[in-house]
């Protein structure tokens, strides 16, 4: 009887939906003497990645926005500039055509940019100090320049002008007004962390403070990720402008960066996983753990 109880113990580890390491740290979170891996399946539940149809969704969300394409395409353009190093191949090719594809996901872009400053041209004070609404507009006018350049070198590719002269013209003036939005976007985003993770005001409650800074910490996460992707757009202009002696693969590479983060920004939020029919939610199930064990799957830190 021992023996048929221990080969079915082995049968019932074996298929668990996780390997020796991990079911080693679960177990250190049981209590002493409790090796049932009912209670290791209960704190795994929320480990466990999402269905591929949910998943396949949030892709085709984000496939769904130009900008998102755009920033995808633009991903597989700086791959290729680093994998060619800037020497003529396949892989320069790769990176020339992909360019020129981009532009057709940035059509009426430069007039989405200046609407703000189209509808309200005049500097606006009654949601804040009046340098912030400058700043505001003044960023979107190098954006709206930033992709009015971009559409010229794109006729240039497309045969419609030949001159030269002017396309570099336009390209620099495009790549410059890039460096100087991502500059502003520095600016605000830096302003708006000082100004979420603020210190505890004179006469405020330790409680009201820790509260409010609780309340701020998602906010500051956003801006934090905001302000990372905005010096790397910089960077990535200075290396385009080639204001820094870097080489191509460097550049790539803070192209790949900066491309990476903006994919990861434009992602629909992943839908709620729903729980299995017939069964308690993995929260539920965790709460009846033995004591010791609670706090359920999300707080634990697994490798």
Not at 94 to 99: H, L, T, W
Request: net charge positive; proline share 7%; hydrophobic share 45%.
């Amino acid at each position: 009887m021992s023996r048929a109880l221990s080969r079915w113990k082995r049968r019932r580890k074996t298929s668990l939906p996780f390997g020796d390491a991990k079911r080693r740290k679960l177990w250190r979170l049981l209590p002493p003497g409790d090796d049932d891996d009912d209670a290791l399946v209960f704190l795994s539940l929320d480990l466990l990645p999402l269905p591929l149809p949910q998943n396949k969704q949030c892709f085709n969300g984000f496939l769904a926005k130009a900008d998102g394409k755009d920033k995808l395409t633009a991903l597989i353009q700086y791959a290729a500039m680093f994998v060619s190093a800037g020497e003529p191949g396949n892989a320069k090719k790769v990176q020339g055509s992909v360019a020129a594809a981009r532009k057709v996901f940035r059509i009426f872009r430069p007039l989405e940019s200046a609407t703000p400053v189209l509808l309200n041209p005049r500097i606006d004070t009654s949601k804040g100090p009046a340098y912030k609404d400058a700043l505001a507009k003044l960023k979107s006018l190098l954006m709206a320049l930033y992709f009015a350049g971009d559409h010229v070198v794109w006729a240039s590719h497309a045969g419609v002008t030949a001159n030269k002269k002017l396309v570099e013209r336009w390209q620099k003036i495009s790549l410059y007004s890039w460096c100087g939005g991502s500059v502003i976007t520095i600016v605000q985003e830096c302003e708006e962390i000082g100004a979420l993770a603020s210190t505890r005001g004179a006469g405020e409650p330790l409680a009201d403070w820790r509260r409010r800074q609780a309340g701020a910490a998602a906010e500051i996460d956003r801006r934090l990720l905001t302000l990372v992707h905005a010096v790397t757009q910089a960077l990535l202009a200075v290396g385009l402008l080639q204001l820094r002696p870097w080489k191509p693969r460097t550049v790539g590479v803070i192209g790949i960066v900066a491309s990476a983060i903006n994919c990861y920004m434009l992602l629909p939020a992943l839908p709620a996983r729903a729980p299995a029919r017939g069964k308690a939610p993995a929260a539920a199930a965790a709460a009846a753990l033995p004591a010791g064990v609670g706090g359920g799957a999300p707080q634990l830190k697994l490798a």
